[in-house]
């Protein structure tokens, strides 16, 4: 693995970490059936996000509240309404273990309460509490203006395009079969160490 500033957009002004880039010929012979710019695509876009989910949670963590948690309560704040449990979970793509743990923590805090259903008594849902909405105002305040801060570096036009790449990669991994796709892997070739 490599390091390269080649191609780095001027208004990075230098701060921007360089470019991971691997030794293109050693890893086609080393890896036959993968791809040398696929891998720097995902070795980049991991420590990108990362760092972005490290910036994020060192700034709210004032609201002492996880990034799920902050998720959660502003789904419920989208929402208008009270959600089930397995809403949430859908929403959040979180498993309903994950979603109860969650709810749990929230109501502790105050933030949010379940009530029952009343098409269906046995459907629990969460709604917020009046004490939500000004830490609710306050996180998402805080977070647009972290997001427009770590985006600046890009003009509205690398920002769309970020997006529709993102949009892309992430609607093709969704068709994959990952456990197909890793049974027809090739054998990796070590390379001798001297």
Known sequence: MTESRAGQPPGDRG??????????TAFAREFPSGDATATECAQN??????????????ALRSHGLS??????????????????ASTLAERLLVSGA?????VDTLQRKGLVRRTGSESDRRVVL?????????????????????????????????????????ARVSAHIATLDGEAIAARAKPRRRPKRR
């Open 126 to 166: 969460v709604e917020l509490t009046e004490d939500a909405q000004p830490v609710i105002d306050g996180f998402l305040a805080e977070v647009t203006t972290l997001h427009a801060a770590q985006f600046a570096v890009l003009t509205d036009a690398e920002r769309e395009q970020f997006c529709t790449m993102l």
């Open 15 to 24: 701060l921007a970490p360089p470019v991971l880039r691997v030794d293109r």
């Open 45 to 58: 876009l991991i420590r990108a996000s990362t760092r972005f989910m490290d910036s994020d949670t060192q």
């Open 98 to 102: 994950s979603i109860t743990s969650l």
């Open 67 to 84: 990034l799920q948690a902050r998720v959660l309560l502003a789904t419920l704040e989208g929402a208008g309404v009270p959600l089930s």
